[in-house]
């Protein structure tokens, strides 16, 4: 199986429970979404061309990672950039899908080898190019500086979910400790939904 990661605010489960991940060019917006990360990357990310079907921008997609404990989410964690929202770990959360639920579920997805933003990232729309990712350093947590930005860059690479990615292809969410695992589980109980939420501690920094 291969597993794909993205993390949001813990206030945004209620509303991905009962409508999915819409991407960020979509009609159907949480009125109350809870941002994270960078505003500006995600601005820029409304300007990115995507060069192959079904083409569009990067904010026609819902973005994934492979892995875990992201670039992103360092950055979040250490709260040393003057431009980054900052946020407790406890209040962010991994909704977590896979290549396989996406497919069982209809969706279009597409994916790069490195951080989609970048002018030469290579993108691909079959699962059997997956071999052509770093896995590597995908799975590594040696990506600073001192190792050059291309370690960096492929680290992030994404799976880019078009347009909405449907409660079905949700297959788990995880949490930093017991007390954000309670509160992710009411949410999945009020939405009658039957995903599980699990304590990932080493998900985190």
């Known amino acids: 199986m291969t597993q794909l990661f993205r993390i949001t605010h813990i206030n945004n489960l209620p509303f991905i429970l009962e409508n999915g991940l819409y991407c960020p060019n979509a009609t159907i917006q949480d009125p109350h979404f809870t941002a994270i990360g ?3 990357l995600i601005e820029y990310r409304r300007d990115r061309v995507v060069p192959i079907a ?3 921008t990067l904010a026609d997609y819902v973005p994934f990672y492979f892995w875990y ?3 992103m989410l360092y950055v979040i964690y250490k709260g040393n950039d003057p431009e980054i929202i900052q946020t407790p770990q406890n209040e962010i ?3 977590i899908s896979s290549f396989e639920s996406l497919q069982e579920n209809n969706c279009r997805f597409i994916f790069t080898d490195r951080h989609a ?4 990232a290579q993108f691909f729309d079959n699962p059997s190019h997956k071999s052509e990712l770093s896995w590597d ?10 190792y050059g930005a291309d370690r960096k860059e492929k680290k992030q690479a994404e799976c880019l979910v078009y347009q909405h990615v449907p409660i079905g ?3 788990g969410i995880a949490v930093l400790n017991e007390s954000s695992q309670v509160i992710a589980q009411n949410s999945v109980a009020d939405a009658n939904r039957t995903i599980p939420v699990k304590v990932k501690e080493n998900f985190y920094f």
Not at 137 to 146: F, L, V
Request: net charge positive; aromatic share 18%.
């Open 93 to 95: 959360v991994y909704i």
């Open 54 to 56: 079904p083409y569009g």
């Open 117 to 120: 933003k970048l002018e030469y």
């Open 137 to 146: 350093i995908i799975k590594n947590d040696t990506w600073g500086r001192q």
């Open 169 to 171: 292809s949700i297959i």
């Open 69 to 71: 404990r992201s670039p």
């Open 38 to 40: 960078f505003p500006s």
